[in-house]
């Protein structure tokens, strides 16, 4: 399998666009943190506060049926963000791609010979050459 093919596998592949989403999404998540930590401050310590009480009563009583439920609700969360995740993914490289073909295009352009503009006089051409003579010998 060529090089170019393998690639191409692999950045058109579900799990290459979700990676590329989950870089995306880890930016723009890291990036409201601060803001919303301020914002919580308050809420979490009176959270904190009632944590032990809370945990011993929700240990005590039917534990079993809400890991199941638990785990039902996050492996369906998981999948439909897996699936955004890559949507986001693909939208970033179609992006990326469109900006290398662009700059790939500029750089084509400037690479091509100069063409006079239109409406510009030929550039003069050499005068051409005498025909030459045929050589005539003369019996005398």
């Not at 998540?29 to 009480?53: F, H, I, M, Y």
């Amino acid at each position: 399998m060529a090089l170019t093919t393998g690639v191409k596998k692999i950045t058109t592949s579900k799990p290459f666009y979700a990676v590329a989403g989950a870089a995306g999404y880890t930016v723009e998540t890291l990036c409201k943190v601060p803001e919303q930590l301020q914002a919580r401050r308050g809420e979490l310590r009176g959270a904190a506060r009632d944590l032990p009480g809370r945990a011993c009563e929700s240990v005590a009583k039917d534990l079993p049926g809400q890991a199941r439920g638990y785990a039902h609700t996050a492996a369906a969360k998981l999948n439909d963000f897996y699936d955004e995740l890559a949507a986001r993914g693909r939208k970033i490289v179609s992006k990326a791609s469109r900006e290398a073909a662009h700059e790939l295009e500029e750089v084509s352009e400037s690479a091509k010979p100069a063409i006079a503009p239109k409406g510009a006089a030929p550039a003069e051409k050499p005068a051409p050459r005498p025909a030459r003579r045929a050589k005539t010998t003369s019996k005398a």
